[in-house]
């Protein structure tokens, strides 16, 4: 049992601002995780058409952390239900948090808390290893020090959590993917 993952959109922040947008699919469930900020929305829609995904068909929405740089997207997937830290939201249904996606045993959720206390990583099992969405880096540049964190303690903590798990790519917040070996040269 494996997911497939696809970057719609590759995440930067200078002078404006985007987040990287992913796509997971496994089975039936089609994850979107980071709607955020881009552009354009068609630089998110357009590569989901590409891979034979409509908006409509996307079953789940993953929210990084509260930011708007990585939520506000989120109405162009009607159908989707949405996740973050503290719950599951479909209409007006505030339900229980899970760390589990229905449909999709490889990927699960991880409290990463740090660049804000609300942060989660996505943990996708694929057949090359295990993937994460996370937006404890903003990309393999750096910056070191999160200048927006609530907590760099708590967020090196995390860091090393994920690490710890031997990811073979990271997806940062806002840059490409990266191998962790990246990180140390
Ligand atoms: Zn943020
Ligand atoms: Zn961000």
Known sequence: MTATVNVLTNGYADERVASSVVLVREND?????DPGMVANRDLILDPLHELGVHALEVTDVIFSHHHPDHTLNAALFLNAR????WAIYVDD????RTDVIEGAPSVSLLDTPG??????STLI???????VCTH?????E???VDPRAVDQELLEASRVTVLALNPVQIIPGHGAAFSPNDLAR
């Open 125 to 131: 099992e694929t057949v090359d290893g295990l993937v």
């Open 82 to 85: 949405c996740h973050d830290v």
């Open 29 to 33: 469930a089609v994850i979107i995780v």
């Open 142 to 144: 750096g910056p070191a």
């Open 115 to 120: 660049h804000t206390h609300e942060d989660i």
């Open 136 to 140: 404890l880096w903003w990309s393999v």
């Open 93 to 96: 249904d505030w339900g229980d």
